[in-house]
Every structure is written in structure tokens, then in C-alpha cells.
């Protein structure tokens, strides 16, 4: 490949939607999908020949507006869904929804790759992923390892779990995620781990990471952020711990930290137990220092223990 010319694919439109099509196992084959506001948009389906350095297209229509995501599913590699825009009553919304690819899609099936850019097809809706209750969708992620009978999408600050059902015709929600916190926080982006019987998703939002345990739709670990800001407000924050605890924490997980420091300074705890239970029961990793400082500025004195030496009683009475 060193001596090889690189490869180029020129589109007609501009494009912002990439991904590999992960069930098909006998090619090197990509999806791109298109954003065009005057005219249809497409899904290019790129095959690339490693022994000849070559390309081979076909080109599918995708009249429902720009697409913004694609995803392919990891079964059936004639289905793929994607996010797009649509304007309805002079407002921009946007949706999800699973396609399949026309039955002669495959390459070689057509005459020459120039007639199906010329001429495409139509993809096949199968179903739609809208549920406008919850939001505008981001991005819709297929199961890694599954069977391709489960997606989730991320619509505004909510992850829907989806189960597809007749041949993906029909999507029904079985489970709901929303995320929670002081402004309007909406999902960017999010991966779902292949992992761990594939229970685990990540998820970003602004300048945070989040950790999701899809058998109960719950966080399973604060995002770094929140450590990192719990950390300034052990550190700055000066006042009474119900202060501190009831009016500076401005999300659950943050709550959840400074209630075990509130519950485990009742114990008297050395910093260095305080610190392990931080660390693995919450993944804040805080210094001793950082923790003996937060207990000075919130009224903790410490003080040594007085020395008394011991007298034998016969230096006593001598």
C-alpha cells in the first residue's frame, strides 16, 4: 500500500454521515449520507477493491431530507438507519428512522455504477424512531453483538431504547434514560460497548463523559467533570456542610459525593479511609490533602494528641 496512489471519492454534495458496514464480512464496503437543502439527498455506497486500489459506488435516494448520522446494522446489511432534518409547520425537526437498501442494491447488479448515480432507487422505510415527546435525535447506535432487534437513540437530553420487531418494521421504546442537571443538557454523541453482554453505553454531552447501565438506565459512574468540580468546591468552599450539601450542588452525582464526605465525617474517619471510599464507591479521585483542607474550611479542628509520659512508681516515690 506504500507504493499505491492514494484513493480519492469525490461526492456531489457535502457529506457529514460516515460508517462501515459491519455485516457485511466479504467486502470493505462504507455508507456516506449526503446534506443537500435544493435537492434529493442520497446514501453513497462505497466498495473499495484492496487488491486493485480501486472503488466501485452505488447510489440509493433518501428523500426524507439531510442526513446527519448513519448507522448500519451489525445482522442485515441491507438495513441502516439514519438521523435527519425535516421541516414541518416552518420548523426544523429531527428525526430517526430504519431503512432498507432495494433488493438489486448489491454491485454488479446494475449495468455499470455510472447508471445507478444516474437513475437510483429509493431506500425502503421500514419504521420510524420519532417520539417527539422526548426531542430532536442525535444519533441512533445499533447492539454491537446483537441480533439487530435493539437501537438506541439519543433525543435531546433522553436515550430510548428501542426493540425492532417484524423484520424491523415496527419499533416499540422498552426503556427510557434522561439525563439530569442545571441547564438544558442535550446528548452529542455516544457509543455502546460490545462489552459486558452489551450493558454498558457511553454517552457525551458538552464537556462531560457519562457511563449508562442499560439493565437499569442509570448512571453507573459520575462523569469526570462532576469529580473534577466536586474537587474546586472541597477545596474553595468555605461554610457549614449544609450549606455546602443543600445550596453549591447542582447535580445528583455531586450530591451523592458530598453526602458520603457528610456521613463519613460523622464517623471520624481518617482522610485515607475518606479518600478510598471517594475512590471506589464514587471514581473521585481526591487527595488527602485536597480532603483534609475541605474538613479546616468546614469547621473541623484538628488537634495532636497530648504527650504524657509514663513514670514507673518507684521513680515516683524517689
Known amino acids: 500500500m506504500e507504493d499505491d496512489a492514494p484513493v480519492i471519492y ?9 460508517t462501515a458496514q459491519a455485516a457485511e464480512t466479504d467486502a470493505i464496503r462504507f455508507l456516506v449520507g449526503t446534506q443537500s437543502l435544493k435537492f434529493d439527498n442520497q446514501i453513497h455506497i462505497i466498495d473499495f477493491d484492496d487488491e486493485n486500489n480501486i472503488i466501485n459506488k452505488n447510489v440509493l435516494l433518501h428523500q426524507a431530507g439531510e442526513i446527519w448520522h448513519i448507522g448500519a446494522s451489525p445482522a442485515d446489511k441491507s438495513v441502516l438507519t439514519t438521523c435527519y432534518n425535516k421541516t414541518s409547520d416552518s420548523r426544523v425537526l429531527s428525526c430517526a428512522a430504519v431503512w432498507k437498501m432495494p433488493s438489486d442494491w448489491e454491485m454488479g447488479s446494475h449495468e455499470s455504477s455510472d447508471d445507478s448515480a444516474h437513475n437510483p432507487q429509493a431506500l425502503e422505510l421500514l419504521c420510524r424512531l420519532d417520539d417527539t415527546t422526548h426531542g430532536n435525535a442525535a444519533c441512533v447506535l ?10 438506541i437513540s ?3 437530553n433522553h436515550a430510548l431504547l428501542w426493540d425492532l420487531q417484524e423484520s424491523s418494521t415496527q419499533a416499540t421504546v422498552s426503556n427510557i434514560a434522561s ?23 457511553a454517552t457525551a454531552n458538552d464537556t462531560a463523559i457519562r457511563g449508562w447501565d442499560l439493565r437499569t438506565m442509570r448512571l453507573v459512574h459520575p462523569s469526570y467533570r462532576n469529580a473534577r468540580r466536586l474537587l474546586l468546591k472541597l477545596r474553595h468552599h468555605c461554610g457549614q456542610m449544609a450549606t455546602l450539601y443543600n445550596s453549591c450542588c447542582t447535580s445528583p452525582q455531586e450530591q451523592s459525593h458530598v453526602k458520603a464526605v457528610k456521613d463519613d465525617l460523622t464517623k471520624k474517619l481518617v482522610a485515607r479511609d475518606l479518600q478510598k471510599i ?23 479542628k484538628f488537634t495532636k494528641t497530648e504527650f504524657c509520659p509514663m513514670i514507673r512508681k518507684h521513680h515516683k516515690e524517689v
Request: charged share 25%.
Open 154 to 156: 439519543l433525543a435531546d
Open 142 to 151: 445499533w447492539e454491537p453483538m446483537g441480533d439487530g432487534k435493539r437501537v
Open 179 to 201: 439525563l439530569e442537571g442545571k441547564g438544558q443538557l442535550r446528548f452529542t454523541s455516544g457509543k455502546w460497548s460490545p462489552h459486558h453482554n452489551c450493558s454498558q453505553l
Open 10 to 18: 469525490g461526492l456531489e454534495f457535502q457529506a457529514r454521515a460516515l
Open 278 to 300: 471517594l475512590l471506589s464507591d464514587y471514581e473521585a479521585n481526591i487527595s488527602q490533602t485536597s480532603i483534609r483542607y475541605a474538613r479546616r474550611r468546614l469547621g473541623w
